[in-house]
């Protein structure tokens, strides 16, 4: 597995090896040991989560404040563009966003740790995301901060187009007004 690093320190993309012939592929999207020594943190996965969406569906950005959720997310059909943004007040790259493209052709998978708020939007006709977390979904704790906020200056690469959002995330805060980390 090749790891790539980001501007946010904390967040990895991860390149597994494909193994492919005229037959199909074979990779492995998750080793212990392996994410363990990549990452230098020993987890727990508890739920895998799987959703489908529409070209222009935009969902996020999402956190739970209690039950903080590390995710490790990857694409099996279609191209998101997916985003990580540090919500960790003390971090000294608080604000700051990750953006990495995601698809079934490049299989790369993001390493999203607790304490960031995460989305992403679809940019093929549809896409299969899929994703590990390292808490339970407690909808009590969900909170979103606004996709558009302009002091995050996120380019979602929707070129001009509205994104199809759902009324939660229609009602996402200002960075600068939402519940976040210490």
């Known amino acids: 597995m090749n790891v790539v690093t980001t501007n946010v320190p904390d967040v990895l993309i991860l390149d597994p090896k494909v193994f492919g012939d005229d037959r199909g592929f074979f990779l492995e999207s998750f080793n212990e040991r392996q994410f363990q020594q990549i990452t230098g943190r020993q987890v727990a996965f508890v739920q895998d989560n799987h959703s489908r969406s529409q070209r222009g569906v935009l969902r996020g950005l999402h956190y739970q404040l209690q039950n903080p959720q590390g995710k490790l997310v990857r694409v099996t059909s279609g191209e998101v563009l997916d985003i990580a943004v540090d919500i960790r007040r003390s971090s000294p790259t608080f604000g700051q966003s990750v953006a990495v493209i995601l698809s079934e052709e490049n299989k790369r998978q993001l390493w999203i740790p607790e304490g960031f708020a995460h989305g992403f ?47 939660k995330d229609q009602q996402g805060k200002a960075l600068a007004e939402a519940d976040l980390f210490p």
């Open 121 to 167: 939007v679809v940019l093929s006709e549809s896409a299969d995301f899929l994703y590990k977390t390292t808490d339970y979904y407690n909808p009590a704790a969900e909170r979103c901060i606004a996709w558009d906020d302009p002091t995050l200056a996120i380019d979602w690469q929707l070129g001009g187009l509205e994104p199809k959002l759902s009324a």
